[in-house]
């Protein structure tokens, strides 16, 4: 059963405009969620994190929203910059548990 | 020092074949990860070190075997693998809460033949 899930597998967008990704989790213990990003033949670096006290955390360019009633949270990345084109990944943890990675979304921004 | 350094980056061997995968870090944390990740999949969790010990494993054949020399390096033994072992292989470490601040290694590509 996967407990963190991104139901997009990719998404192109073009320079300049607003990238939203979606990430679901069925976990209501989860209470810390990161946001990372890898390039190819390189490990996942981190991006963003959001504590489940906040509903929002913001970093420069992106920002992460978080809905707890819904389970569901998102990264916002405005603007989109082709730099910004790698696979995606949402994880999760509750408590002192190790993080559980959704499948990832392959963000594509087109100059 | 901020990274974790995994070597080798690729590595190609024999379903006979004894091999060892390293990582190490100097970020003075004490949680170390082995994760694997095939294509168009999430990484997956094998084991968890803290403090240098072994405090979880997700029932991993007993084909691959971990250890943790000291606080700095965590080692993964591989022995008679099979080709969809073949994956890449991912370190990262913590400061305990594990769940915040994992930083990853580049990872080692393994391709079991």
């Known amino acids: 059963d996967q407990q963190v899930k991104q139901n997009s597998p990719s998404l192109s967008v073009q320079e300049g405009r607003i990238s939203i990704l979606n990430c679901d989790y069925t976990n209501s213990m989860f209470d810390y969620f990161l946001w990372y990003k890898k390039y190819p033949a390189e490990g996942p670096t981190f991006l963003i994190s959001i504590s489940s006290i906040k509903d929002k955390n913001e970093d420069g360019r992106f920002t992460v929203f978080l809905n707890k009633s819904a389970k569901h949270l998102s990264l916002h990345i405005v603007p989109s910059q082709p730099g910004d084109s790698a696979v995606y990944f949402c994880a999760a943890s509750a408590g002192n548990t190790p993080l559980v990675f959704g499948k990832g979304t392959r963000l594509s921004v087109i100059a | 020092d901020t990274e974790v350094t995994q070597t080798p980056k690729h590595l190609v061997m024999g379903m006979t074949n004894k091999k060892s995968l390293k990582c190490e870090q100097h970020m003075g944390h004490r949680a170390m990860y082995w994760y694997k990740q095939k294509a168009k999949k999430p990484p997956e969790l094998m084991f968890v070190y803290s403090y240098e010990k072994l405090s979880i494993n997700e029932s991993v054949p007993s084909r691959f075997s971990p250890e943790c020399p000291n606080s700095s390096l965590l080692n993964l033994h591989l022995h008679a693998l099979q080709p969809e072992d073949s994956a890449l292989y991912l370190c990262?470490?913590?400061?305990?809460?594990?769940?915040?601040?994992?930083?990853f290694g580049s990872g080692t590509r393994l391709t079991v033949v």
């Open positions: 990262a470490s913590s400061s305990p809460p594990q769940g915040i601040g994992y930083t």
